[in-house]
């Protein structure tokens, strides 16, 4: 069976900002029959749980992030830049431990969502050849 990374949220990890899940009962179908490989990309590059929200500025993405153009700050204008990126390399590095060739990961998040705005783990991902879908 192959190894499939997915968020921990969506398989009601208490992960989030808010420190609460955001279970999607469509997860373990979607990784169809892969082993399940849960992963909270804040979590591994050192942010605490709960946590203040955070977003990508304006105009930037998960790719530009990586770059070093782009930034990702808390509602509170911390700049938390640094631990997105820790955690991004994190989740391409347990990709790499576990022989993980697709992701699939909370929408919407600074972190690890896919469409409108590419989280930085979405992009550190996509940059390595995995696989990366959204859900919920």
């Known amino acids: 069976m192959s190894a499939v990374l997915i968020s921990a949220c969506l398989l009601g990890v208490c992960c989030r900002y808010d420190g609460k899940s955001k279970p999607c009962s469509r997860a373990a179908e979607a990784a169809g029959g892969g082993v399940l490989i849960p992963i909270c990309p804040e979590q591994l ?9 955070a977003y990508i500025t304006e105009g930037d993405d998960g790719f530009s992030v990586l770059a070093g153009s782009g930034r990702v700050k808390t509602l509170d204008g911390d700049d938390v830049t640094e631990h ?3 955690g991004a390399r994190q989740a391409v590095k347990i990709a790499e431990i576990t022989g993980a060739k697709r992701a699939i990961l909370k929408s919407k998040s600074p972190s690890c969502g896919v469409s409108g705005c ?19």
């Open 45 to 53: 590059g050192g942010l605490p749980t709960p946590r203040t929200a």
């Open 84 to 86: 997105f990126k820790a």
């Open 118 to 136: 590419t989280g930085v783990a979405a992009a550190a991902l996509i940059l390595e050849g995995i696989d990366v879908e959204e859900l919920g």
